[in-house]
């Protein structure tokens, strides 16, 4: 049974940082990617990570701020947020593929995703 477990969200300050995890079970050598949605918008891709962690894309609007990275010991995969600002705020998901895809940004190449966890950013 494959699932999903979010955690690091929280209220921060504008300008400020967080660190999301998940932790994932039940799969073996597949693509991971967090996606977000903020209250009455459409779910956005934010990064996604390759299995091996070389290879990461990201959105234009968090590129040079967030950092994806994965520790396949751990299953786990991390996004790292600085620098954040209000438009930030947003529901962040994390999703992982049911085999290596690569750096998909498509939502629907994602099979599985995790229950969300709120990132709040305050100006």
């Known amino acids: 049974q494959v699932q999903l477990v979010e955690s690091g969200g929280g209220l921060v300050q504008a300008g400020g940082s967080l660190r999301l995890s998940c932790v994932a079970s039940?799969?073996?050598?597949?693509?991971m990617g967090w996606f977000r949605q903020a209250p009455s918008k459409e779910r956005e891709f934010v990064a996604a990570?390759?299995?091996?962690?070389?290879?990461?894309n990201y959105a234009d609007s968090v590129k040079g701020r967030f950092t994806i990275s994965r520790d396949n010991a751990k299953n786990t995969v991390y996004l790292q947020m600085n620098s954040l600002k209000p438009e930030d705020t947003a529901a962040y998901y994390c999703?992982?593929?049911?085999?290596?895809?690569?750096?998909?940004?498509?939502?629907?190449?994602?099979?599985?995703w995790g229950q969300g966890t709120q990132v709040t950013v305050s100006s």
């Open positions: 039940g799969l073996t050598s597949y693509t």
């Open positions: 990570i390759s299995w091996s962690g070389v290879s990461t």
């Open positions: 999703a992982a593929a049911a085999s290596n895809l690569g750096t998909t940004r498509r939502s629907n190449s994602y099979s599985y």
